[in-house]
């Protein structure tokens, strides 16, 4: 009997201890890519702080109105991205959960295709379409509403509108995952109750879909903040973001620790609104 227990034991410990080693597994790659990205910021403060006293790359960067320029514009343009694309994803979002499956899989299907499509090729398809003789020029032109080419790029609005683009999907399946799990007998319960359609949206989904606005948000507005291919290409040199100047600093000129000191104040920056927003919804959601 004794033996029995011990081998019964035995067969049900044995479980947890594979278990843990599936674990420690799973999280060697989690460990690795952290070490990595812990070695990138470590690399980044060392560039930023050597070869000038007392902080100057910062001193530098924080004190001349030429370089707080690309900082502004950059926050700027993120957060336009980041408005426009979290109303445009969730109108589709929402949309989506009225339609067919079949439907609903084609969408993501173009979502999806417009997601890994190469980014060179997406912006100068967006470059062809919003160009002085672009389709949309021309379109307007032949129907007398402009006299003239209206500049659709090589502008703020040209790299938002790029930046919309490639970061649609960012906002869409976020918010849709939160929208298709609202039990649709709550909006049927507030239209029995009188409620009109705007109304129930407003005070039982729109609620509900929080989470996944706010996710869709800090997703959005960094990769917006990040961005580099789109405002190089759309902005045409006119609109110069944080990650070009990078770019500029340190493959251009070689000064890479002013480089790395514009980079980490932008990434500082960024986290620390990101925190403070996620802050803001965690206490409202805790009400």
């Given at each position: ?23 420690a597994a799973l999280a060697a790659p989690s460990f690795v890519v ?129 930046l919309v683009n490639a970061s649609l999907p960012f906002a869409v ?70 990650s070009v100047f990078a770019y500029e600093q340190a493959i251009n ?35």
């Amino acid at each position: 009997m004794a033996r029995g227990g011990v081998i019964a034991t035995d067969v049900i410990a044995s479980p947890s201890r594979g278990s843990g080693g599936v674990r420690a597994a799973l999280a060697a790659p989690s460990f690795v890519v952290l070490a990595l990205l812990a070695a990138a910021l470590s690399s980044l403060v060392i560039a930023s702080v050597g070869g000038t006293p007392w902080f100057g790359h910062y001193r530098k960067f924080l004190t001349d109105d030429l370089y707080l320029a690309y900082l502004i514009r950059s926050f700027r343009v993120a957060a336009w991205t980041t408005l426009v694309t979290i109303v445009v994803g969730y109108a589709i979002a929402y949309t989506m959960t009225q339609l067919s499956a079949t439907t609903r899989r084609l969408i993501v299907m173009l979502l999806v295709l417009q997601f890994f499509s190469v980014s060179v090729t997406r912006i100068y398809s967006i470059i062809l379409l919003l160009g002085n003789n672009g389709a949309v020029n021309r379109s307007l032109l032949a129907l007398s509403v402009i006299d003239a080419p209206v500049r659709l790029i090589y502008n703020e609005l040209g790299v938002v509108i790029g930046l919309v683009n490639a970061s649609l999907p960012f906002a869409v399946f976020p918010i849709y995952s939160v929208l298709e799990r609202v039990p649709a007998s709550l909006r049927e319960a507030a239209y029995t109750l009188g409620a009109r359609r705007a109304r129930s949206f407003w005070q039982v989904v729109f609620p509900l879909s929080v989470p996944g606005v706010a996710a869709s948000v800090v997703i959005v507005f960094l990769y917006s903040l990040g961005a580099f291919a789109t405002p190089l290409m759309l902005g045409g040199g006119f609109v110069d973001l944080i990650s070009v100047f990078a770019y500029e600093q340190a493959i251009n000129f070689s000064n890479y620790g002013f480089a790395a000191a514009g980079a980490l104040v932008s990434t500082v920056l960024g986290l620390a609104l990101v925190y403070a927003f996620t802050a803001v919804i965690e206490r409202r959601a805790a009400t």
